[in-house]
Protein backbone atom coordinates (compact mmCIF):
# COMPACT_ATOMS: atom_id res chain seq x y z
CA UNK A 1 0.00 0.00 0.00
CA UNK A 2 1.30 3.67 -1.17
CA UNK A 3 0.32 6.44 0.08
CA UNK A 4 0.98 10.41 0.45
CA UNK A 5 0.27 13.30 2.79
CA UNK A 6 -0.55 16.17 1.37
CA UNK A 7 -2.19 19.58 2.13
CA UNK A 8 -5.74 19.39 1.69
CA UNK A 9 -7.68 21.44 -1.03
CA UNK A 10 -11.22 22.52 -1.72
CA UNK A 11 -11.95 19.15 -3.55
CA UNK A 12 -11.05 17.26 -0.29
CA UNK A 13 -13.68 18.83 1.61
CA UNK A 14 -16.02 15.76 0.76
CA UNK A 15 -14.39 13.25 1.85
CA UNK A 16 -12.91 15.11 5.03
CA UNK A 17 -16.82 15.59 6.19
CA UNK A 18 -16.96 11.83 5.96
CA UNK A 19 -14.23 10.91 8.28
CA UNK A 20 -16.07 13.72 10.45
CA UNK A 21 -18.77 11.88 10.87
CA UNK A 22 -16.86 8.35 10.91
CA UNK A 23 -14.86 10.19 13.81
CA UNK A 24 -18.02 11.47 15.59
CA UNK A 25 -19.49 8.26 15.37
CA UNK A 26 -15.95 6.28 17.10
CA UNK A 27 -16.24 8.91 20.02
CA UNK A 28 -19.77 8.64 20.46
CA UNK A 29 -20.84 11.94 19.52
CA UNK A 30 -22.27 11.84 15.90
CA UNK A 31 -25.56 13.84 16.87
CA UNK A 32 -22.75 17.15 17.52
CA UNK A 33 -22.10 17.06 14.17
CA UNK A 34 -23.49 20.46 13.01
CA UNK A 35 -21.61 21.76 9.80
CA UNK A 36 -21.55 20.92 6.42
CA UNK A 37 -19.11 20.23 3.67
CA UNK A 38 -20.11 23.60 2.68
CA UNK A 39 -19.23 25.05 6.00
CA UNK A 40 -16.24 23.27 5.94
CA UNK A 41 -15.41 24.56 2.32
CA UNK A 42 -15.65 27.97 3.06
CA UNK A 43 -14.13 28.17 6.43
CA UNK A 44 -10.59 26.27 5.06
CA UNK A 45 -10.54 27.42 2.14
CA UNK A 46 -11.18 31.54 2.33
CA UNK A 47 -9.18 34.33 2.22
CA UNK A 48 -8.65 33.90 6.00
CA UNK A 49 -9.06 30.39 6.47
CA UNK A 50 -10.13 29.23 10.40
CA UNK A 51 -8.01 25.37 10.23
CA UNK A 52 -5.70 23.75 7.61
CA UNK A 53 -5.61 20.16 6.91
CA UNK A 54 -3.35 17.27 5.91
CA UNK A 55 -4.74 14.30 4.11
CA UNK A 56 -3.57 10.77 3.37
CA UNK A 57 -4.49 9.55 0.15
CA UNK A 58 -3.68 6.06 -1.45
CA UNK A 59 -1.68 6.13 -5.02
CA UNK A 60 -4.02 6.58 -7.77
CA UNK A 61 -4.74 2.57 -8.30
CA UNK A 62 -5.45 1.85 -5.10
CA UNK A 63 -8.68 2.23 -3.01
CA UNK A 64 -10.63 1.54 0.18
CA UNK A 65 -13.20 -1.89 0.58
CA UNK A 66 -15.78 1.59 0.55
CA UNK A 67 -14.20 3.29 -2.82
CA UNK A 68 -12.03 6.25 -0.99
CA UNK A 69 -8.83 7.64 -1.63
CA UNK A 70 -8.45 9.58 0.96
CA UNK A 71 -8.32 7.77 3.83
CA UNK A 72 -7.17 9.77 6.85
CA UNK A 73 -7.01 13.50 8.09
CA UNK A 74 -5.22 15.78 10.36
CA UNK A 75 -7.13 18.81 10.63
CA UNK A 76 -5.47 21.39 13.16
CA UNK A 77 -5.68 25.70 13.39
CA UNK A 78 -3.57 28.06 15.40
CA UNK A 79 -3.67 29.75 18.63
CA UNK A 80 -1.65 31.70 21.03
CA UNK A 81 -0.64 31.45 24.73
CA UNK A 82 0.38 34.35 26.43
CA UNK A 83 3.27 32.36 28.20
CA UNK A 84 4.49 30.39 25.77
CA UNK A 85 3.54 31.57 22.17
CA UNK A 86 2.51 30.16 19.34
CA UNK A 87 0.60 27.03 19.48
CA UNK A 88 -1.15 24.53 17.18
CA UNK A 89 -3.78 22.94 18.17
CA UNK A 90 -4.77 19.54 16.64
CA UNK A 91 -8.57 19.25 16.64
CA UNK A 92 -8.78 16.07 14.64
CA UNK A 93 -6.41 13.27 13.53
CA UNK A 94 -7.76 10.27 11.77
CA UNK A 95 -6.92 7.10 9.93
CA UNK A 96 -10.37 4.58 8.74
CA UNK A 97 -10.08 1.37 10.36
CA UNK A 98 -8.96 -0.70 7.78
CA UNK A 99 -5.87 1.41 7.44
CA UNK A 100 -4.88 1.69 11.10
CA UNK A 101 -1.69 -0.12 12.67
CA UNK A 102 0.06 1.01 9.61
CA UNK A 103 1.53 4.24 10.41
CA UNK A 104 -0.09 6.47 8.55
CA UNK A 105 -1.61 8.60 11.78
CA UNK A 106 1.81 8.40 13.25
CA UNK A 107 3.10 9.96 9.73
CA UNK A 108 -0.13 12.60 9.66
CA UNK A 109 1.28 13.52 13.69
CA UNK A 110 4.97 13.89 12.37
CA UNK A 111 3.62 16.11 9.49
CA UNK A 112 1.62 18.24 11.71
CA UNK A 113 4.53 18.53 14.02
CA UNK A 114 6.99 19.86 11.35
CA UNK A 115 4.28 22.58 10.43
CA UNK A 116 4.15 23.98 13.90
CA UNK A 117 7.72 24.08 14.26
CA UNK A 118 8.46 25.16 10.67
CA UNK A 119 6.10 28.32 11.82
CA UNK A 120 7.32 28.88 14.63
CA UNK A 121 5.34 27.23 17.48
CA UNK A 122 6.78 26.20 20.84
CA UNK A 123 4.11 23.38 21.18
CA UNK A 124 1.29 21.43 19.96
CA UNK A 125 -2.15 20.38 21.37
CA UNK A 126 -4.71 18.59 21.30
CA UNK A 127 -7.39 16.89 23.28
CA UNK A 128 -8.37 13.12 23.54
CA UNK A 129 -11.72 11.91 25.40
CA UNK A 130 -10.58 10.51 28.85
CA UNK A 131 -12.26 6.70 27.80
CA UNK A 132 -9.54 6.56 24.70
CA UNK A 133 -6.81 4.66 26.66
CA UNK A 134 -5.89 3.54 22.70
CA UNK A 135 -5.52 7.27 21.81
CA UNK A 136 -4.06 8.65 24.67
CA UNK A 137 -1.48 5.73 25.25
CA UNK A 138 -0.49 6.86 21.76
CA UNK A 139 0.36 10.69 22.49
CA UNK A 140 2.37 9.95 25.47
CA UNK A 141 4.61 7.40 24.18
CA UNK A 142 5.30 10.06 21.68
CA UNK A 143 6.34 12.25 24.04
CA UNK A 144 3.02 14.37 25.07
CA UNK A 145 2.39 15.19 28.59
CA UNK A 146 -1.08 14.93 30.06
CA UNK A 147 -1.56 18.63 31.54
CA UNK A 148 -4.61 17.39 32.92
CA UNK A 149 -2.75 15.25 35.66
CA UNK A 150 0.58 17.34 35.50
CA UNK A 151 -0.84 20.79 35.57
CA UNK A 152 -4.79 20.64 36.71
CA UNK A 153 -6.21 22.05 33.68
CA UNK A 154 -9.88 21.34 32.70
CA UNK A 155 -11.03 22.36 29.28
CA UNK A 156 -14.77 24.85 29.06
CA UNK A 157 -16.65 25.59 26.70
CA UNK A 158 -19.57 28.39 25.86
CA UNK A 159 -21.69 27.23 23.14
CA UNK A 160 -25.36 27.67 22.31
CA UNK A 161 -27.57 29.86 24.35
CA UNK A 162 -24.51 30.07 26.86
CA UNK A 163 -22.44 31.98 24.29
CA UNK A 164 -25.35 34.06 23.61
CA UNK A 165 -25.87 35.57 26.80
CA UNK A 166 -22.43 35.85 27.77
CA UNK A 167 -21.81 38.18 24.46
CA UNK A 168 -24.96 39.94 25.82
CA UNK A 169 -23.56 40.19 29.23
CA UNK A 170 -26.57 38.32 31.09
CA UNK A 171 -26.39 34.52 32.43
CA UNK A 172 -27.66 32.12 31.29
CA UNK A 173 -30.70 31.02 33.34
Not at 27 to 37: D, G, P, R
Not at 51 to 68: D, N, P, R
Request: glycine share 8%; aromatic share 12%; with cysteine.
Amino acid sequence: MQYQIRPAGPGDCKDVMRMIKELAEYEKLSEQVEITEEVLLKDGFAKNPFYKCLVAELHAEQKSTEGFRIIGYALYFFTYSTWKGRTLYLEDLYVMPEFRGKGIGANLLSKVAEVALRLGCTRLQLAVLDWNDAARDIYVRRGALNITATEGWHLYRFQGDALKALAEGTKKA
